[in-house]
């Protein structure tokens, strides 16, 4: 059931970017600094949003390396503590009093 909603959603998302294409096909003229060029509207708002997604991937990589390397040292000092507790618990009993 999870799969054809799935399936149902990706159609849905490629029916409407393939409308969107067709209502945005106006070619709209892109200057950089060498030359223009001459593309649709809808493809200069794709690779805009592209760009957009990378640039976001990017910024947010430093957080997230950053969290992975804290997760391994807190895992690694949870397994130290884990092996102490079980050396600990399994030294004998000594009533010295």
């Known amino acids: 059931m999870l799969k054809i909603i799935y399936i149902a959603v990706i159609v849905l ?5 393939l409308v969107f ?3 945005n096909a106006e070619p709209v003229q892109f200057n950089y600094y060498f030359d223009s060029l001459s593309i649709p509207l809808s ?7 592209i760009l957009g997604a990378i640039l976001g991937v990017l910024a947010s990589a430093g957080a997230i ?4 390397r804290e997760i391994h ?9 884990e ?3 079980n050396n ?5 009993l000594r009533d010295d009093h």
């Open 21 to 23: 294409a067709v209502l």
């Open 88 to 92: 600990l618990r399994s030294l004998p």
């Open 83 to 85: 092996k102490e507790i």
């Open 13 to 17: 998302l490629v029916i409407t970017g």
């Open 73 to 81: 040292r807190l895992r690694k000092a949870a397994d130290t503590a």
């Open 65 to 68: 390396l950053r969290q992975k």
């Open 43 to 49: 493809l200069s708002m794709l690779v805009a949003m």
